[in-house]
């Protein structure tokens, strides 16, 4: 016969919330740090696609 779980207390759950969050929050930081990054021609940590048109206006 099944027998149900027990249930997860709340601050377990507010842990794995936190966390969750927190690393979408570092996330977001580095993504924006690397836009800011390519945007001002500061950016030398990884390689991105130029258009073709791009280098023909030039």
């Known amino acids: 016969m099944a027998v149900p779980k027990k249930k997860t207390s709340k601050s377990k759950r ?3 919330r936190a966390t969750w969050k927190r690393k979408a929050q570092a ?6 740090s690397i836009g800011k990054s390519i945007l001002t021609g500061r950016a030398e ?3 991105y696609p130029q258009d ?3 280098e ?3």
Do not use: V, Y
């Open 56 to 58: 023909d206006e030039e």
């Open 14 to 16: 507010d842990m794995r």
């Open 45 to 47: 940590g990884f390689i």
């Open 52 to 54: 073709a048109e791009d």
């Open 27 to 32: 996330q977001a930081q580095k993504a924006l």
